[in-house]
């Protein structure tokens, strides 16, 4: 069973309006948080990395928001643009005694229509 | 400054074969690390190098390998291609371990593999 699951799987929004996008994960110890935008063909690019003492991170109109206890993390999309088309991808690091592998979300795939 | 490159872009291969894939990190990172991704099952870890030492692994057979040379470029190695080794393979760089919360992965736009 994957341990980090993503909501939803898809979803299209119109040019301008807001979305959030949900991580939901299982991975415990928690070492930190990040999420990924990844356009069709290109490699994913990082947009924030969360400690497990962080509650929220910006990276211009994208906010993520972090919550250890419930181990929920969402990602804020305002004033989306049609550049916005993408894959959002979840992933979580967990501390091993060399600082272990990553667990990664199937991803939210966001279409910004005109 | 250059960003991390993967060659070739595409590859095509027949089932058997065996493929090599090379990555360049950005200058002076010396963690290289390894994915695969396809659309069932996502993006997986395969292998972490750091100064040249294999750090971690993941859940794949020991067809895939890799090496780090002192330059720290990375190379990937997969033997006797099975169908099901079509992918996306993205190679990442960054400065500290994978899995560090101060050191951001820079990705690759990727090799992509097709297998006939």
């Known amino acids: 069973k994957n341990q980090v699951e993503q909501s939803p799987q898809s979803l299209i929004i119109l040019e301008g309006k807001n979305c959030t996008l949900q991580c939901n994960y299982t991975v415990s110890p928690f070492s930190n948080l990040r999420w990924y935008k990844q356009d069709t063909g290109r490699g994913p690019v990082s947009l924030t990395i969360?400690?497990?003492?962080?509650n929220t991170k910006s990276n211009g109109r994208y906010t993520a928001t972090l919550d250890a206890d419930t181990k929920q993390s969402s990602l804020h999309i305002t004033a989306s643009q049609l550049s916005d088309s993408a894959s959002y991808i979840c992933v979580v690091s967990a501390p091993t005694d060399s600082w272990g592998k990553l667990q990664f979300g199937a991803g939210t795939q966001v279409v910004v229509t005109p | 400054k250059a960003g991390v490159t993967q060659t070739p872009r595409y590859l095509i291969k027949t089932r058997g074969q065996q493929v090599t894939l090379s990555c360049s990190p950005i200058s002076g990172h010396r963690s290289v690390s390894w994915y695969q991704q396809t659309p069932g099952q996502g993006l997986q870890f395969l292998f972490e190098y750091f100064s040249e030492t294999q750090r971690n692994k993941g859940n794949f057979p020991g067809r895939f390998s890799g090496r780090q040379f002192s330059n720290s470029r990375s190379e990937m190695n997969v033997s006797t291609l099975e169908l099901g080794d079509s992918a996306l393979y993205l190679c990442?760089?960054?400065?500290?371990?994978?899995?560090?919360?101060?050191?951001?992965?820079?990705f690759g736009n990727g090799t992509r593999l097709t297998v006939t």
């Open positions: 990442a760089s960054s400065l500290g371990y994978v899995g560090q919360a101060n050191s951001p992965l820079h």
């Open positions: 969360m400690t497990f003492s962080e």
